[in-house]
């Protein structure tokens, strides 16, 4: 079985180091959902040793950060599940109350239409100089 997340990336990556990156999805129904990937191809988290762990988990919070300074979103959901990609990843996904799914889960029945803006190149561009920001220094902190 192929890994999806081994294989090049198709998607815009917002940052990226040694060890994980941040993937903008394209979602048309939540255009700000990210995801933050492990490189290497780990399958849970505890497989990590303990300062991997927080490495990772620092990132998918300055993710979140971010997201929420720049949409103001009325709620953020995180998500590791990985039953169907068993490599470690996380979603980072700002919700609206009205959204397609709100307050469901986005994976789960749609409630309403809806037609988000899809960002543009510029937000793209913010998006990416916010991360790198926060995740910098998330990462040089203890």
Not at 29 to 43: N, S, W
Not at 100 to 115: D, Q, V, Y
Request: with cysteine.
């Amino acid at each position: 079985m192929t890994c999806a997340l081994c294989q090049p990336c198709t998607h815009t990556i917002l940052w990226q180091d040694d060890f994980c990156r941040v993937v903008l999805l394209n979602d048309a129904d939540y255009p700000a959902y990210c995801r933050v990937e492990l490189l290497a191809h780990i399958k849970e988290m505890t497989d990590l040793v303990p300062v991997e762990r927080a490495r990772m988990m620092k990132t998918v919070f300055a993710v979140e950060l971010a997201l929420r300074e720049m949409f103001n979103p009325d709620k953020i959901n995180l998500a590791s599940l990985g039953n169907k990609t068993p490599h470690i990843h996380w979603h980072v996904i700002p919700r609206f109350e009205n959204d397609k799914h709100f307050p469901n889960s986005h994976w789960g029945e749609a409630l309403r239409e809806n037609k988000p803006a899809a960002l543009d190149a510029a937000t793209v561009k913010l998006l990416a100089e916010k991360l790198n920001a926060h995740i910098t220094c998330a990462l040089n902190t203890d």
